[in-house]
């Protein structure tokens, strides 16, 4: 799955509560069709989000997918970028696709000791 945003909102008890944001440079991908349920859909068609973010990369030789935004997941808080996972440095046209440091469960750990 591309582009896992994790937004998350800290309150001052022992739970932690997170708004989580699915940003997709595919129309037919959405949170509903992957099938996560509760997930705000924040669609990125143009691009412009991911250009912005330096996260645009193009998969065209490899894959044939065109432009596409490298994995990452990121915790805003504030609307301050607070934490951001990645891969490894974006590399255009990558014959691997990662998917190691950006996973839920990574987030997840990250948020539980966050203080």
């Known amino acids: 799955m591309d582009c896992l945003q994790y937004v998350g909102k800290r309150h001052l008890t022992t739970s932690i509560h997170f708004d989580l944001f699915f940003i997709s440079l595919d129309e037919d991908k959405t949170p509903g069709s992957l099938g996560f349920k509760k997930v ?14 330096g ?28 934490k951001i996972f990645t891969e490894k440095p974006l590399t255009q046209n990558d014959p691997e696709d990662p998917f190691e ?3 839920a469960e990574t987030m997840l750990a990250y948020l539980k000791t966050a203080k």
Request: glycine share 8%; hydrophobic share 35%; aromatic share 14%.
């Open 55 to 82: 996260f645009s990369c193009v998969w065209d030789s490899e894959r044939g997918f065109g432009e596409r935004s490298w994995r990452y997941s990121m915790l805003v808080n504030d609307m301050k970028i607070e």
């Open 40 to 53: 705000k859909l924040i669609p990125d068609g143009a691009a412009e989000f991911t250009r912005g973010m």
């Open 101 to 103: 440091h950006t996973s």
